[in-house]
Structure formats: structure tokens, C-alpha cells
């Protein structure tokens, strides 16, 4: 048994909202490559996007490749400490990448990635969340595709995970301090 310091405590984004949101923002990323999707290399953040991308890519088109970036930022806590690349990074010299991550709050994270993936010969680098913090740094990142806003909270389900623990979740929740009280997580 683990000693959590955190627990669900209300939903965010619900499992359907979520499934109803996914054909949509699909279709916004084929629409913006010109129609199609075709010859993109799809760049999950692993390990909080896997969910998320997916249940995107099995909604577009069938010619495009899937390679995965392992950027740790948070460790144990419930604050970024900035990003770290950890494990091989995909080939991208020449290719149109839409990196795909789940949430998009200090910006650290996507920045150093577009950046990382452009200084390696991206033809072009295109960033999807599915959530993005109603926060400055999170709203002055650039990001073209969004799946919902939320406000500043702790959240994890979804593939989002505090410490590892609570990815499976088919919601999105808000945590709380164990013992605390909804009312007090706001």
C-alpha cells in the first residue's frame, strides 16, 4: 500500500466530454495540414499523453507515423521543475511534427520541445494539448491545437498522473490533499 499525499476530488473534464471532443480536434489538425494529415510525425509527450494521443490518432487519416518524446518535468511534486529529455528522441530531419501533449500550464515543457524539434530540422512543428490552464504562461505559449481550458488546478486522470498514480481514470479530476475538503481544493 502507498502513502498518497493526493486523491480525486471532482471532475474536471468527464470521460464523455472528452469522447465527444476528440472527432472535432482531429479533424481541426487534418483541416490545418491542408486537408490531411498524411507524412506527419505525431510526437506523444510521454508518459501523460499516451492516453490522449491515442484516441486522437485513431480518429485521422491512416498515413502517418507515431514517435514518442520522454520529457520528464514534474517527478514527484505538483509543480514543473522544468523539462529534461529522458530516453532517445524520434528522428524528425525533413518531417512536419505535431508533438501531442496533456497539459499545457508553465509552457517549459512545448517550448523546449518545438524548440529541440525545429533545431533538428522540423520542416515544421505544430503543438496539441488537451488541457491548457487558463494561467499567463500557459495562454502566451503558443499552441495551435487545444482540446479544453480549465482552470488553475492539479488535475490527473486521463493519462495525467500525480507521482505515477491515478493515469487510468477515465476523467479528468481535481486532486486534493488527502483529508482536505472539496470546498478548499478552489
Not at 93 to 107: A, K, P, T, Y
Request: proline fraction near 6%.
Amino acid at each position: 500500500m502507498t502513502n498518497l499525499m493526493y486523491e480525486p476530488a471532482e471532475v474536471v473534464v468527464p470521460a464523455e466530454a472528452i469522447a465527444a471532443r476528440m472527432p472535432a480536434l482531429a479533424q481541426e489538425i487534418v483541416d490545418a495540414y491542408g486537408g490531411g494529415a498524411e507524412g506527419i510525425v505525431i510526437v506523444p509527450v510521454m508518459t501523460g499523453a499516451f492516453v490522449f494521443a491515442a484516441d486522437l490518432v485513431r480518429r485521422m487519416p491512416n498515413r502517418l507515423r507515431v514517435d514518442v518524446a520522454t520529457v520528464r518535468s514534474y517527478g514527484g511534486g505538483t509543480t514543473s521543475q522544468g523539462p529534461r529529455i529522458e530516453g532517445v528522441m524520434p528522428t524528425v530531419q525533413g518531417r512536419h511534427v505535431l508533438l501531442v501533449d496533456d497539459i499545457l500550464d508553465s509552457g517549459r515543457t512545448l517550448s523546449f520541445l518545438r524548440k529541440d524539434m525545429s533545431d533538428r530540422g522540423a520542416a515544421s512543428v505544430r503543438t496539441c494539448v488537451l488541457l491548457r490552464k487558463r494561467i499567463p504562461p500557459a495562454m502566451s505559449t503558443p499552441c495551435e491545437f487545444v482540446g479544453f481550458a480549465i482552470p488553475d488546478l492539479f488535475v490527473a486522470g486521463y493519462g495525467l498522473a500525480y507521482d505515477g498514480w491515478f493515469r487510468n481514470l477515465p476523467d479528468v479530476v481535481s486532486l486534493r490533499k488527502v483529508g482536505e475538503s472539496a470546498a478548499m481544493v478552489r
